[in-house]
């Protein structure tokens, strides 16, 4: 079992930067993998980045270049820049374990003004 903690949602204006942490706290389980979801009101829960145990990182398309995603072991971070109002969404922080069960934070809100 994993236990993710988000924190560092809020609001921010267009261009503004936010930083997201994740702390995840497990006793017996492996993570080979974290990463960071975003759910938009109305829409499906999306891939915002991944990194991997070998600091091997992976970016949805519509933030390459504005986000950056860091892990220090169970410490996981997302600097948001150049945020814009389609980046409005609750953030989840997220983790697999050896075996493939994923593990799920309560998310964070964050919103965009224009």
């Known amino acids: 079992q994993v236990q993710l903690v988000e924190s560092g949602g809020g609001l921010v204006q267009a261009g503004g930067s936010l930083r997201l942490s994740c702390a995840a706290s497990?006793?017996?389980?492996?993570?080979?993998?974290m990463g960071w979801y975003r759910q938009p009101p109305g829409k499906q829960r999306e891939l915002v980045a991944t990194i991997g145990n070998g600091g091997n990182t992976n970016y949805a398309d519509s933030v390459k270049g504005r986000f950056a995603i860091s892990r220090d072991n169970l410490e996981m971070s997302l600097q948001m820049d150049s945020l814009k109002p389609e980046d409005t969404a609750v953030y989840y922080c997220?983790?697999?374990?050896?075996?493939?069960?994923?593990?799920w934070g309560q998310g964070t809100q964050v919103t965009v003004s224009s």
């Open positions: 497990t006793r017996t389980s492996s993570i080979i993998a």
């Open positions: 997220n983790a697999r374990i050896y075996g493939g069960a994923t593990f």
